[in-house]
């Protein structure tokens, strides 16, 4: 027996047989040092997949539903073009199963994405950043086409919504089931999350208020103006509303397909901008005052989670996504001013004891 008070836990009651098996079940944890007191935030830490993100569910079922329907062959290259998320989360999978994987990526993207790629056996191609998303899509079509390798397709594939439909939305319905959600609150990248999510929710819990943010100064839904698409529902031309943001993960230079059917479908009621900055100072809130870590989009989700709150009933409960881990962003204005030498501070209570003081 545990010792009285001491936090004891009991074990899963099952092994796993891959590191595949312990994607997804990720905690939804209650808030409870930051927001208004008259309304519940919970967040739901995707952090908590094996290559610490959201993708991680995308990545499994893109392989997946790429070998049920006999379009992926053993030994055969996968080739996706990432911002890093989905290119972490496939060389995971590819690790496992034992595919070869080649990510294209912006030369924008925080490096530790790039080395964590490599580190799990991914070999990255990097493109210009003047090219934005869509140059660094279509390095990935030409070297399918070039070398015949599988492309992912993470912004066209059925397979992306139809994992959020099976999995993040199901874990909501059983983790709040006869409990009280009244707003769910996610960004876009693909749309994955948010389509999948909405199709179910929309089903099963009518009443979940659906609340879908974009960067203020990429507000692509936002501006109203349509997606030219051309083959394979991929997008023919950048969108004019997009500009560069620092809400790494979210919103390319282009509404992807897959998001195209909760906008179409109307999965969600509200859509509210936010600002990069807001999201950075949150995200450092979460990690601070909650011991909640997680990155830029994380952070921003949680700014509009609580400007809903704030105006939300009293007793109200919104489920924010937090889509990765703040680790990933080590080297980018979310750690500006986190130092790596002693501050004043640091120093003075180095000097207020005698011993091991640096010269
Ligand atoms: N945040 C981060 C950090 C991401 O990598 C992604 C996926 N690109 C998202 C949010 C958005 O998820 P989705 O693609 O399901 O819309």
Not at 14 to 43: M, Q
Not at 322 to 332: K, Q
Request: charged residues 25%; glycine residues 10%.
């Amino acid at each position: 027996m545990a010792q009285e008070g001491v936090r004891a836990t009991k074990g899963r009651g099952r092994l796993f047989d891959s590191v595949l098996d312990t994607i997804g079940d990720t905690p939804c944890i209650r808030i409870n040092n930051l927001g208004p007191e008259h309304a519940t935030i919970y967040v739901k830490a995707e952090a908590f997949n094996p290559a610490a993100s959201v993708k991680d569910r995308l990545a499994v079922n893109i392989i997946e539903a790429a070998e049920r329907e006999g379009k992926l062959k053993p030994g055969q290259t996968v080739v996706e073009a990432t911002s890093g998320n989905t290119g972490i989360g496939l060389a995971m999978v590819c690790a496992q199963k034992g595919y070869p994987l080649v990510v294209t990526m912006a030369e924008s993207f925080s490096v530790e994405r790039r080395r964590l790629m490599r580190m799990l056996g991914a070999k990255v191609v990097l493109t210009p950043k003047a090219l934005k998303g869509y140059g660094m899509y279509q390095k990935a079509v030409e070297l399918a086409e070039a070398h015949g390798w599988f492309l992912a397709r993470q912004f066209e594939t059925h397979a992306n919504a139809a994992i959020h439909e099976a999995t993040t939305a199901q874990e909501i319905l059983s983790d709040f089931s006869g409990r009280r959600l009244d707003y769910f609150v996610s960004g876009y990248g693909t749309g994955g999350t948010v389509t999948g999510v909405g199709r179910v929710l929309k089903k099963e819990r009518p009443e979940v208020k659906i609340v879908l943010s974009e960067p203020a100064n990429a507000a692509l839904i936002g501006s109203g103006h349509p997606q030219k698409r051309g083959a394979h529902d991929a997008p023919a031309e950048s969108h004019p509303a997009f500009e560069p943001h620092p809400i790494q993960g979210w919103t390319p230079d282009f509404i992807p397909h897959v998001l195209q059917e909760a906008i179409d479908q109307k999965y969600f009621d509200q859509l509210i901008p936010v600002a990069g900055a807001d999201g950075i100072k949150w995200a450092r809130d979460l990690a601070q005052k909650e011991g909640v870590f997680t990155g830029v989009s994380g952070g921003s989700t949680f700014a509009v989670s609580v400007q809903i709150a704030e105006k939300a009933a009293p007793g109200s409960v919104i489920l924010c996504m937090l889509p990765d881990t703040g680790e990933r962003y080590l080297s980018t204005p979310l750690f500006d001013g986190v130092a790596e030498e002693m501050d004043d501070e640091e120093r003075a209570l180095s000097r207020s004891t005698p011993g091991a003081q640096l010269p």
